[in-house]
Every structure is written in C-alpha cells, then in structure tokens.
C-alpha cells in the first residue's frame, strides 16, 4: 500500500452528473479510490474505466460546483471496509462511514466519519499461544462485543502461513494496539492489531469447505417456514410489485429470524423504513436471547436520496461485514431492501460512460455480476472445524410488477428460494402476500435437509408439507371451476376441497405481522396448526347443500384464527381448541 | 438576476440544440446557472473546456454570437418570513406584482437529511375524508401522491385535504398547471383565508416545460427553510410530477442518454427519490409532508413514472368514481398509505386497524359477488348481504364528500357490520366484539 507521500495524483478534465473523467499520467489501477479536492473538501470517488491518460471515476457524492483542473489523489487501494470490534449495533452509511457521529441534521458532502470507535478500551482474552501454526482467518484472541465472542483474526490479506510469536495478555486494549506478533515463512516478523481491512468487492474465502446447507433456519414466518424454508447459509429473494409488503416482510424476518447477527443493507429505499429500525431495534427484544435487537444489528443505510455510486458499494460494504463475523463462526442473516435499487445504479453509471446497453438499458454482466454476489452467502466450515454461516435474502422490485425483467430474471438464476409476492393477496389483504403456489424453495428437495426436518420436526413433516402443497393446487383449481360454473354448477365435492384449501391459507399462510403473538410463529407451533389443519383435511363432512358448506368453514376459520392471536398452549388457547374440535364434530361423518 | 462587474462574458457558441448550447470556457463549475442571451441556464457536462448548457426556456432564435454569463452559483432561492402568501415562477422571482423576496439566499436541491437525525412520523393528518383517515391514514413527514386519471378531481380533492390538514405552512409546486387550475387553487385557499400561511411556485402550461423542473426543488428548499428553521409543520403540495417527468425525459432524450423504459431516463427512480425523500419528520417538530398528483395514462401504473414512484412513496391514493352511488370515492383496494401503522390504533381508538381490514375484505368479497352476478349466476345469500353493505359503506364512508372524526368512522362502520353480518362473518378478534359490536353493552 502506497503511503501519504508518493500518492499518484490526477487533475479533473470533465464532468457529467457524478461521472468525472481524470487526466493521469501514473499508474492506477481498477476500481482504485481516489478523492477529489473541491474547494479544501475531499469527495471520494472509484476508477470504474481508464482509456489512455484518461481515469474515469464514479463519485460518491454530489459533483455540484465542481471545476476542472481539481486535484485528484489515488490512493492504490480499492474501496475497503474496515473491520473489527465495534461494529455491532452501528448504523453506518455505504461507505461505512459512521452516520451517527456525523454532525448537523443534514449530510455535509466529505464528511467521512471513521467506521469504529479508536479510543475504547475492549477486554482481550487471548487464544492462541506462542508456536501455533496459523493462516489467514484464524483467531488470536477475542473481546466480548455485546452478546458475541468477536474473536480476533489473522487478518485476511495474510497469505500463507505463519507461526505465532506472542499474543499479549488478557488486559484491556484499544483496536490499533498490537496484539499479536506473527513469524512469516521467511522468519519475518508481522504485528497484528485488532483492526483489519478488506476491499468490498472481493469474497473472504479464509474456510475450509463450503457444503451444501443443511439447517433449517426458522424466521416465525409460516409461509416460509412451514411451506418452502430457506436454510442456514441459504439464498433468497423476495420480488413484488409496490404495496406487496416485501419491507414489511423482510422487518419481521430481520426481528425474528434464528441468527447471531443480522446485517440489513438498506439499498436506495425509503428514509422512514430505516428510521423505523434506528426507532425500533434498540426497543425491540431478541425472542431468543431476551437482548435489545439492536444488539446484534448492523445497519447499512444508502437511502434512495442518498449517492447513486454508494448504493452497490453499500451492498457489498454489507457483505463483507458479514463474512467478517461468519469467519468468527457464527451465524450471520443478511437482507437487502432492494437489489434493484442497486443494479439501476449500475444501469444509470453504464449510461454515462456510453457502454452499450443490455436488456432494458442494464448493463450486460447484471447476471454475472447478480450471481456472483449471491455466491458470497454459504455454510462454512472453518480451519478450525467450527461452522458458520451467510443467510442471505434480497428483495427485488420489478418494474411494472413484470416477473420478466433483467434483475428478477438475473436473481431467479442465482437464488435458491423464490418468494414471489403477489398483488392479488395483497389487493385481498392476504398478507403475507407470498404465492403459495408460484413461490418455491429448492431446499426442500435436498435430502439433508429433508432429513434435518424429519430428525428435527416429525418423521412425516416433509411429506405433509408437499400434501399441503396438493391442496392448494387443488383450491385453487376447484375455485377457478366454481367461479366459471357458478355455485350449484359444481358437485359439493369442488365446494368443500376449495374451502380446505381456505383454512390452510387463513390459518397457515395468513399471519398478521402487526400483532403482537401471531407475527412470530416457532416452530413447535406451526407444526401444531399443521396437523389442525391437515384434521379439517382428512375429515369428511357432511353438507345438505353447498349454501351450507361457506359458514360452516368461515366459524371454523375463524375460530382457528382466534387461536393464531393467543398465547400458545394458554387456558384461553386450549378452550378455543375446545371450541374448534366441537365445531368440527358438527359436521364429521368420517 | 443581475450581472456583476468583473464578470466574464463568453461570445461564441459552438453547438446550438433545441435544449442545449455548448460553448468553450474555463473556470466553470458542474451544475452552474448562467445567462445565456438572456435566458437563464445551467451547467449540466463539462468536458474539458467545452461547458454544456441546458437552457430553461428552449434555445429559438439564440445566435451563434450570444452573451454567456456565468454566475457562480448553482440555483438558489432567497428564504425568509416574507416567502408566506406569495406567487413565484419556476425561478423564484415573484410574478403576483409584489416586492422581490430579501432573505438568506439559499441553493435548492440541497443535501439530504441524515437518516438517524429523522425522527419516526407519528403524527396523524386528520383529513375528515373516511377513505383517508380510516382507510389509508396519513401521517406527517410522509409522502403519498394521487394516481388519478386527468379527468379525476384530483386538484379539488388535494386543495380539501391541504385546508383541512392543519399545517402551519401549505407550500404548491404546480408543474404545467393549466392557468385555470392555478387560479382555481388561488380562489379556494383566498376563500378560505389561508392565503397567508401559503406558497406558490407555479410553472403553468403557458410557461417552457423544461422551467418546471426546478418547482419541486424551489419549493421544498422554501418547505425545508420554514421546517428547520422555524420547526413548523409544512405540507407541500406537487402536481403533477407525471409532467414533471416528462421535461426530465426531454431533457435527457436532447443530451443523448440511453432511454430506459418508457422512454425515460434510467435515473428517473433517483431523481424522484431525491424530491420525495425530501419529506421528513424532525425531531423537534418541525415537519415536510408531500402530497403529490401522479397522472396516469388510462389507469395504467405500470408505466415507468407511476411505478417508480410507487417504490418512493409511502403508499398512493386512488380516486375512482362508485357508480352504484355516483359519487367519487377513495378506492379502499388500491389505495394504500403506508404509515398508518404507526398511528391507527395508537392515535386513534384501538379496534381501527381490525374494524378498516374487515370492512375491506368485506367489500371485497362484494366485489366478488358483482362478478358472478354479471356472470349470470344466483347469489347467495351472504352475496345478496355484502352488496347491500358495500353500497352503504360507500354512501356512509368512502365517497370523498363524507366528513367526519375518526370515532364516528368507525362508529359507522361497526353499525353497519351489524346490520348486514353475523359476528362469525366479520370474523374480528372476539375482546373487540364484546366491547364494539352494536347491541352487546
């Protein structure tokens, strides 16, 4: 890394919007960054092409006011994160830089704050001791980071192996202290602090082995839990037209999901849902661990009046601070709200630079850049036999709500679970409004995971869950038959199969995020309601007339839902059930 | 705006467009204003010393030996008490015969808001139309546009809902506003004698469309001045932003950039963000509400400018006209204020949030029922009972001519579940029932 004294400098030759071309006459490399001088203020900026002398560099911020024959300073390295104790419980913007430690009420152009605390003291417990063989990755030592043992690390860049020389004692010490030294191959010696950098934009690969995923990871949301799980190390996306309730979703699976940590990447959407995170996660309890949610949350925030060029450098700022902790062997979910956002800032900068467009004016690599970055998420083991894990699920908003556009179309191929929300649920208030039927988790056909549900949950759980399936298939098929051939057109037969497929969807996949008890749903629960309803299946009913058949199932419905609103196994809950079996033995014949 | 002595004027012109002029000059700063034979401009590429200049007005009969002026600045608006009550164009200079604004001269299209120095809105905009306060509930700090048709009375709709928010502030930015929708808006706040707590900035249909891109950005740089720095709570009124977008795509379409869908620019969603993000609950009471009229080319939302700007907004209200009443109503299917969450049931009496879902999915299911009547099959009963309760509930609730407090909406409503519906067909949580439903106390 070049130091402050030989920096290659450039000067400011164009501009178009937050497009600057620099004139440069050394070395600089791709993706380099650099900062340009206007008026005593240093605005950061990446090379994202160079043609002869000329840097073409995206700027992070506004290029008002902006002259040509500003002086730009490489400074040999690409856009890096920085990493170590501290991060927790921080709302940094995409560039990491700590937002609330900036002054004023408004964002000043150039005010970089320093993403972690320098001063404060952490208590370190070493780990490793004099004579081990370590590579890049493996933990020195740890402090104690809210909840989580942050376990230092031989830093990243380290290639090759080292032998440890001294780990200094358990005491207190700041991030830049040396607390480890290090004996290269060569008999070199390094020293190691408690901070370390990573450019964003390459994978952390310091593990062993990257196996299929196989754990199921509970969010309390039954649609996804019970019907198509996504799993420990996972990948999925959430595509939905506007009003879908795809923020409200990815909320509820940022409070309730089974994680260490949670790392929610707010890319270019609205400043009111980040605020309703600032305002709730510090108030919020972990349904787990009883701690603040905020406790184990990061929060990257590129709101969409924030910089364009940030937005895909927060996504990726996002991703390497969550490979950061699985390095510590944990469990990391990782959201992002929205890759759209993301991939029409890379469509507005490919513009600028006059590249040929792809489909609807995307830039051509969007898939290959798509699933690249998909690929980061995974189970892990690392070299010292521990796991842990990138869950990771975006959201996507299709133009037009068009299922076939270039970032739905490039996501589909790289995700592995595909919640697709619907406008019709959400129209009919059927929230939330995940397509049982359009929507599909590969997981489930991998026989480790089968296996890790028959072992964890019942025996026949996955084949009750392909029946559940069945029978939405089947509703929805008699549903469209009553709808062409009108009630008394049909055989009571096609009344009764689309009213079971009613209560699997009202009591199963409704779920109201806004109560208190029914927003999260655990898993012993759900496997609860799965065999209520699976009763309402398997019984036969006796009907005079299809006018019949439509109350019955609205009181029992209901009743069921009462159920969904109180507190599991509760007095009230076992009188509501109570109520249920007698509402079923009414009508059952079978 | 006047020149000043010691400024350099530029007398060749290079490149002449229908928007654009290009000229060789140095020392000139991205997003400049300068005057360009008269006609205000700004700096929008500069590569190397060739400036490219778009001009507001359109660039008819500009010669090749016009005077260029640079000015320095980018465009900036003179804030002060004195703004209240008055009538200004596109750049700010007053066109209601009054005196010109002194003040703090500011540049619009300023920095935004750090994210953690927002509060989270929490105050309700009580409206006296059901279809809002009991259906889609505004809140201050929030941003929601009108998808209306043209033919809609959209302007009449949003003039009733600015006089009645309470705002301390009501700041209109009127974007290819037909002269008689302009005085329109003039009349009915004179006639309610708001005219001192209002602010225009009016870029009519007679004036060049590119001008109206800097109205958003001169009103809520005026709506940000009276937020921050009086702490008032001030409601901006935009329409309509569909023409708004429409001078942006000229503009690009004219620099040469790639169109992206709809012919607009592949910024569009960044560029509106950047106007309704300016909408903002602070902390100490100070406040920008944006209501804004998208229109809508037959209903069609997804078209690139209502699309883009449904993923910006907290939500949209739509206008359709019930004709099983023949009124106007606020379509409880598609409209959808985002932000009610945070105050239905908190600010308002606790079975609001239950009471506005069932009386929806009831209507729906009337919906329902008017399909297969029109399909020629018999109704059910049930069917027969939730089309009598939908034509009431637009009678008593939804048509926009209703107004009433938040407790009689829901009053209302709780009547007419019990006039048409057993409690199992409501299907509402059963400790709201036994306190609410009519009869039971």
Redesign the interface.
């Known amino acids: 890394m070049s130091t402050k004294s030989n920096l290659t400098v450039g000067k400011v030759t164009g501009i178009i919007a937050n497009l600057v071309i620099v004139e440069v006459h050394n070395p600089v490399s791709q993706n380099e960054i650099c900062y340009i001088n206007h008026e005593g203020t240093d605005l950061m900026a990446e090379i994202i092409k160079v043609m002869g002398n000329k840097a073409y560099v995206q700027v992070f911020e506004s290029t008002r006011g902006l002259k040509p024959g500003s002086v730009v300073e490489f400074r040999g390295h690409m856009l890096e994160a920085t990493l170590g104790p501290g991060i927790l419980s921080r709302n940094y913007d995409g560039l990491q830089h700590d937002l609330d430690v900036m002054e004023g009420v408004f964002l000043k152009r150039g005010n970089y704050t320093r993403a972690l605390d320098h001063e404060k003291l952490w208590d370190f417990k070493p780990l490793a001791k004099a004579g081990d063989k370590v590579e890049a990755g493996d933990w020195l030592g740890e402090v104690q980071e809210n909840s989580i043992p942050h376990k230092i690390m031989v830093p990243f860049v380290f290639g090759g192996n080292y032998t440890v020389k001294s780990v200094v004692k358990a005491g207190q010490h700041k991030i830049d202290d040396t607390i480890a030294i290090l004996t290269d191959v060569k008999g070199q010696e390094v020293k190691v602090t408690m901070v370390q950098k990573w450019p964003v934009k390459k994978a952390i690969r310091a593990f062993r082995e990257k196996p299929r995923p196989f754990k199921l990871l509970e969010t309390g949301v039954r649609t996804i839990d019970t019907l198509n799980p996504i799993v420990e190390g996972g990948t999925g996306f959430i595509p939905g037209p506007f009003g879908s309730g795809k923020t409200v979703l990815q909320h509820a699976i940022s409070k309730q999901a089974e994680a260490d940590i949670v790392v929610v990447a707010a890319c270019g959407e609205r400043a009111n849902e980040v605020v309703e995170l600032f305002t709730e996660f510090p108030e919020l309890e972990d349904p787990r661990t009883g701690r603040k949610l905020m406790e184990r949350t990061i929060i990257i925030a590129n709101t969409s009046n924030m910089p364009v060029a940030a937005r895909e450098a927060s996504v990726y700022t996002a991703m390497t601070l969550a490979e950061y902790y699985r390095a510590m062997g944990l469990k990391i979910l990782l959201l992002a709200d929205s890759t759209s956002r993301w991939a029409q800032a890379l469509r507005e900068m490919s513009n600028r630079m006059e590249e040929l467009p792809g489909p609807d004016a995307f830039p051509m690599d969007l898939p290959a850049i798509i699933s690249n970055f998909y690929s980061r998420a995974g189970f892990v083991y690392l070299n010292n036999g521990k796991s842990g894990s990138i869950t990771f699920i975006g959201t996507v908003s299709p133009a037009g709500g068009n299922l076939k556009e270039p970032v739905t179309e490039s996501t589909k191929k790289a995700a592995r679970a595909f919640y697709a929300l619907s406008q019709q649920r959400a129209d009919s208030k059927r929230y939330p409004a995940i397509d049982p039927i359009d929507s599909y988790s590969k997981y489930l056909e991998y026989p480790e995971l089968q296996e890790y549900l028959m072992k964890n949950i019942a025996e026949d759980w996955v084949e009750n869950v392909m029946l559940l399936k069945n029978i939405l298939i089947r509703g929805k098929e008699a549903s469209e038959q009553i709808n062409i051939l009108g009630d008394d057109g049909v055989p009571l037969d096609y009344h009764l199969t689309y009213w079971k497929s009613e209560v699997l969807d009202s009591v199963i996949l409704q779920q109201d995020a806004f109560d208190q008890i029914d927003a999260n749903c655990p898993m012993e629960r759900q496997k609860y309601m799965l065999y209520k309803v699976l009763e309402v299946y398997n019984a036969e009913f006796s009907f005079e007339g299809f006018e019949e058949v439509n109350p019955y199932f609205k009181r029992m419905i209901n009743q069921l839902r009462q159920m969904n609103y109180l507190s599991f196994e509760s007095d009230e809950f076992a009188q509501n059930e109570k109520e249920f079996h007698k509402i079923i033995k009414e009508r059952r014949v079978a | 705006m006047e020149t000043r002595a010691f400024q350099k004027i530029y007398t060749k012109i290079t490149q002449i467009t229908k928007a654009t002029c290009s000229l060789q000059a140095?020392?000139?700063?991205?997003?400049?204003l300068a005057m360009v034979h008269g006609r205000l401009a700004q700096v929008?590429?500069?590569?190397?010393?060739n400036v490219t200049l778009q001009i507001f007005s359109g660039t008819e009969g500009i010669p090749t030996n016009a005077e260029v002026v640079f000015f320095n600045k980018?465009p900036t608006i003179k804030v002060s008490d004195e703004l209240a009550g008055r009538f200004f164009n596109a750049f700010g200079q007053p066109i209601d015969g009054g005196p010109e604004i002194e003040g703090e001269e500011r540049?619009i299209g300023?920095?935004?808001?750090?994210?953690?120095?927002?509060?989270?809105?929490s105050e309700l905009i009580a409206t006296g139309i059901a279809g809002i306060d009991l259906n889609n509930t505004l809140v201050t700090?929030?941003k929601i546009p009108f998808f209306a048709d043209p033919d809609q009375p959209f302007n009449q709709v949003m003039a009733m809902v600015a006089l009645r928010a309470k705002a301390d502030k009501i700041i209109l930015g009127g974007m290819g506003l037909t002269n008689d929708d302009y005085l329109f808006y003039k009349n009915v706040f004179d006639n309610a004698g708001a005219l001192d707590r209002i602010i225009s900035f009016v870029n009519t249909t007679e004036d060049p469309p590119v001008e109206r891109l800097l109205v958003p950005d001169m009103a809520l740089t005026a709506a940000e001045y009276f937020a921050?720095d009086k702490k008032e709570k001030v409601l901006v009124l935009l329409t309509d932003m569909t023409l708004w977008a429409d001078a942006l795509s000229i503009v690009s379409n004219r620099m040469d950039?790639?169109?992206?869908?709809d012919s607009m620019p592949?910024?569009l969603?960044?560029d509106l963000?950047?106007l309704y993000?300016?909408a903002?609950q602070?902390p100490d009471g100070g406040s920008i509400t944006i209501i804004a009229v998208t229109t809508l080319s037959g209903g069609d939302?997804?078209?690139?400018i209502p699309?883009?700007t449904?993923?910006?907004t907290?939500?949209?209200l739509f206008l359709r006209r019930d004709t099983e009443i023949g009124k106007v109503i606020v379509d409880p299917?598609?409209s959808?204020s985002?932000?009610k969450?945070l105050v239905i049931g908190k600010k308002t009496r606790e079975d609001h949030?239950q009471v506005m879902?069932a009386a929806?999915?009831l209507y729906?299911d009337a919906a329902n029922a008017r399909?297969?009547l029109e399909?020629?099959?018999?109704l059910?009963?049930?069917d027969q009972r939730t089309l009598s309760f939908s034509k009431e509930y637009s009678e008593k609730i939804l048509a926009i001519d209703v107004n009433i407090d938040t407790e009689q909406m829901l009053v209302t409503t709780w009547d007419l579940f019990a006039t048409h519906f057993s409690e199992?067909?409501v299907?509402l949580?059963?400790e709201l029932v036994d306190k609410y439903w009519p009869g039971k106390n």
């Open positions: 140095t020392g000139v700063g991205n997003e400049e929008v590429k500069i590569a190397g010393d980018p540049e300023g920095p935004s808001v750090n994210p953690v120095r927002r509060k989270q809105p700090g929030q921050v950039q790639i169109p992206s869908k592949g910024s969603y960044s963000a950047k993000e300016k903002v602070f939302i997804t078209h690139a699309d883009n449904g993923y910006i907290e939500g949209q299917f598609r959808l985002r932000l969450q949030p879902n929806v999915r729906a399909t297969k399909n020629g099959f018999d059910t009963d049930y199992a067909e299907g949580k059963k």
